[in-house]
């Protein structure tokens, strides 16, 4: 069978490598960029980098600013590149736009207090002035920024006379290297030599200050990775929950530097530049949360944790069975849409393009396949008991990295359940309803029913978060179903076709899965964490089947963004297609 991908663009896209990339002009790498390619953005990136740090150092006359200046004009410039209509100009509009930046850094210079660096990367400015801004004119307001500020300058007051004079003129007062160097009777090279000197001292003093955490979980910047658990309950201890011990920039800096290699705190101390006390204070925490494993005096990430090159390396060796899956459901799309047309909800008016969207994704791809492969392969999700009581596995994901999401699925099992399909070809928002405003839901879904009617039952505030979350819509003095309700009648005509493209999937293209998806975390480098590989195998099996779906024409293009309520279903009384899993 010819690979579907061979005439795909992100075939396309995925072709070229560093060096031909850095072979195309500005415009023909924006243009690849506006096309999905984040090479293509890598290689930009790379090519002004050292620009927007001239530009920049010129004008605030500091290097770690000069750094915290170039990452913010690069985000600006994706986040902005879409409307980018001369890339011929790009380089002008870079040298405009870091200059502006480090304008405005000088400026708040003049009324910041301090600036100082925590971690790796990572810069806090102005502190209190955010928090004044953040807390108005509150006496609890004032009184944390008093207190605040008395820290800090707490803090300052410790430093050596020479570092302690640099860090006032220089922060406190807002002067520059120049106009230091100028009172000072000194080269502009040295002050700034003196100045470095001093800020590593500080920092010092700030690590080791029960200041710094406080001032971590505050910072602007935003967090590195996104640490959520997947298949299991949440237990009734929040501090030890991964989300919790995982919020500080610096605990996601330690999981990053140990998601591979076991290492001591020391050595984790060098790498995320912060003092080795604090550091262990950190891993003390995380280690008890079991976010972190401890052996023999070191530590190693309880998690998979991928980077941009192990993201790219799992979507060349696996989004082809994507494909495939894609490939197969394609051939029973006649039979599914003769079936949809049967159905109750269809009688009601729902879309059957966007019924096929409820269906394939989560009665097929979810739920389906994942009950098929745990009878035909043994693979089964057994989350392991965690600390604070609950059940779960860890699934960190860099933000620079994140993988396609096409098996997200919240549902509630048994009859009379509920359930919401997402995927991150789909921009839209979960919902989450009361008992009552499903109750209210699976009424009007019988028929339209009269607003005042509602009134007698529900309060005013129950029906217009029904409204709100897109489960029910105003249709003249009557509510009516926004999002399907199946009856038991519905899963006696969808169960068998469904039943049908799983077998199909499982026997024409898992026939080397887990082993293949396993083989392939191990050469990644996650050994010692096989025990989770359960939980991210299938999600990984299934790269590209949604794209693929939507390519073939078997789902129709979504909407962007979705509307409330998008992907949401429910049914009464017991729903075949949902008692799998």
């Not at 001292?201 to 971590?216: N, P, Q, V, W």
């Not at 933000?399 to 839209?428: F, K």
């Given at each position: 069978m010819p690979n579907p991908m061979s005439n795909s663009k992100e075939t396309e896209l995925a072709g070229l490598d560093e060096a031909a990339l850095a072979g195309l002009d500005d415009a023909g790498l924006v243009s690849r960029v506006k096309e999905g390619d984040h090479g293509a953005f890598a290689a930009l990136a790379a090519r002004y980098q050292g620009l927007i740090l001239l530009v920049a150092e010129r004008?605030?006359?500091?290097?770690?600013?000069?750094?915290?200046?170039?990452?913010?004009?690069?985000?600006?410039?994706?986040?902005?590149?879409?409307?980018?209509?001369?890339?011929?100009?790009?380089?002008?509009?870079?040298?405009?736009?870091?200059?502006?930046?480090?304008?405005?850094?000088?400026?708040?210079?003049?009324?910041?207090?301090?600036?100082?660096?925590?971690?790796?990367?990572?810069?806090?400015?102005?502190?209190?002035?955010?928090?004044?801004?953040?807390?108005?004119?509150?006496?609890?307001?004032?009184?944390?920024?008093?207190?605040?500020?008395?820290?800090?300058?707490?803090?300052?007051?410790?430093?050596?006379?020479?570092?302690?004079?640099?860090?006032?003129?220089?922060?406190?007062?807002?002067?520059?290297?120049?106009?230091?160097?100028r009172r000072l009777g000194i080269p502009v090279g040295t002050a700034k030599w003196r100045?470095?000197?001093?800020?590593?001292?500080?920092?010092?003093?700030?690590?080791?200050?029960?200041?710094?955490?406080?001032?971590?979980?505050?910072?602007?910047s935003g967090p590195l990775l996104q640490?959520?658990?997947?298949?299991?309950?949440?237990?009734?201890?929040?501090?030890?929950?991964?989300?919790?011990?995982?919020?500080?920039?610096?605990?996601?800096?330690?999981?990053?530097?140990?998601?591979?290699?076991?290492?001591?705190?020391?050595?984790v101390a060098r790498q995320v530049k912060a003092d080795v006390s604090y550091v262990k204070e950190h891993l003390a925490r995380m280690t008890e949360a079991e976010v972190l494993d401890r052996q023999d005096g070191t530590y190693r990430a309880n998690c998979v944790l991928l980077d941009t090159d192990d993201v790219k390396a799992l979507k060349s060796k696996l989004a082809p069975r994507g494909w495939q899956t894609a490939d197969v459901i394609a051939r029973h799309a006649e039979v599914l849409s003769q079936a949809i047309a049967r159905l109750t909800v269809s009688a009601g008016g729902f879309d059957p393009g966007y019924l096929r969207w409820i269906i394939l994704p989560t009665m097929v791809l979810n739920i389906g396949l994942q009950s098929r492969l745990e009878q035909a392969k043994g693979v089964v999700v057994k989350p392991p008991p965690r600390p604070d009581g609950g059940n779960w596995f860890y699934k960190p994901r860099l933000?620079?990295?994140?993988?396609?999401?096409?098996?997200?699925?919240?549902?509630?099992?048994?009859?009379?359940?509920?359930?919401?399909?997402?995927?991150?070809?789909?921009?839209?928002t979960?919902?989450?309803?009361?008992?009552?405003?499903?109750?209210?839901?699976?009424?009007?879904?019988?028929?339209?029913?009269?607003?005042?009617?509602l009134a007698d039952v529900f309060s005013e505030e129950t029906v217009a978060a029904a409204a709100e979350h897109g489960l029910i819509r105003r249709q003249g003095d009557h509510m009516v179903a926004n999002v399907p309700v199946f009856t038991p009648a519905d899963g006696d005509i969808l169960d068998p076709v469904l039943t049908a493209i799983v077998d199909d999937v499982v026997e024409q293209v898992y026939a080397d899965y887990p082993d293949d998806v396993y083989a392939l975390l191990d050469s990644l480098g996650f050994g010692f964490i096989r025990g989770d590989y359960a939980a991210h195998a299938q999600e990984l099996a299934q790269m590209g089947a949604v794209r693929g779906l939507m390519d073939k024409a078997v789902l129709p293009d979504p909407p962007s963004p979705a509307p409330p309520g998008w992907g949401f279903f429910a049914w009464e009384g017991t729903f075949a297609p949902m008692e799998r899993g």
């Open positions: 004008v605030v006359e500091n290097r770690d600013d000069a750094m915290e200046i170039s990452q913010d004009v690069l985000l600006k410039l994706y986040r902005q590149i879409g409307e980018l209509n001369r890339p011929g100009g790009l380089k002008a509009w870079l040298s405009k736009t870091a200059r502006n930046r480090a304008l405005a850094v000088v400026r708040r210079r003049r009324h910041a207090p301090l600036e100082f660096h925590c971690g790796q990367a990572t810069t806090v400015h102005g502190q209190a002035d955010r928090l004044l801004a953040e807390n108005g004119t509150s006496a609890a307001g004032q009184a944390e920024l008093n207190d605040l500020r008395a820290q800090i300058r707490r803090q300052v007051s410790v430093l050596a006379g020479e570092h302690q004079r640099m860090v006032r003129m220089h922060y406190l007062e807002g002067l520059g290297l120049g106009e230091i160097a100045l470095s000197q001093a800020r590593q001292e500080l920092r010092k003093e700030l690590m080791m200050s029960e200041l710094t955490d406080a001032l971590r979980n505050r910072s602007t640490v959520s658990t997947v298949w299991g309950s949440t237990g009734p201890d929040r501090e030890l929950r991964a989300s919790e011990v995982t919020k500080t920039l610096l605990a996601q800096q330690i999981l990053f530097c140990l998601r591979k290699q076991a290492k001591a705190p020391e050595e933000l620079a990295a994140r993988m396609p999401i096409e098996l997200g699925c919240n549902w509630s099992g048994g009859r009379d359940g509920h359930a919401q399909y997402w995927t991150s070809e789909v921009s839209m979960i919902t989450r309803p009361s008992a009552p405003e499903l109750a209210i839901l699976r009424r009007s879904a019988k028929g339209p029913v009269q607003t005042n009617s």
